[in-house]
């Protein structure tokens, strides 16, 4: 579903240094600079296993077709009207966690508000997604199985 639904993209100017930092670097370096980042580094004190989980989500990264989509990405609005949403009739399972940048909690929100058959599984933060993931399991199972 729509992260950004009919609203201006709010982490532009952060994914645009992001692509900045990578564009046209070998990948090794590209995935340096990108584990290196002051941004990052917060996150990884706190949750030390996740520079691993970055390290090898970004193996396959490509320098070159990120920086593009990004920038292509940050200038695009998923939809022009969120009241789009209600034609979807289809059961659908909404995950949410407040402090998402990528995907704000009022987007969640705002499509459990508007589709019709949505349910929305709410996470005050990080930890608590982290925390709830066999909650999180056992609801998509239920969900996917119904």
Known sequence: LPAGLDRPFELKERLLRTARMIDGKPMAEAVQALLDDPERRENYERFPFLREVDRDN???????????????????????????????????????????????????????DIMPNAELMMFDDGDAMWQGLPQILARVSEFLLA
């Open 58 to 112: 970004l193996a396959t990264l490509n320098p070159v077709g990120i920086p593009r989509a990004i920038r292509e990405l940050v200038n695009d609005w998923p939809l022009e009207d969120r009241e789009h949403m209600r034609a979807v009739t289809a059961p659908t399972l909404l995950i949410s966690r407040r402090g998402d940048d990528i995907h704000p909690a009022i987007v969640g929100e705002i499509l459990a």
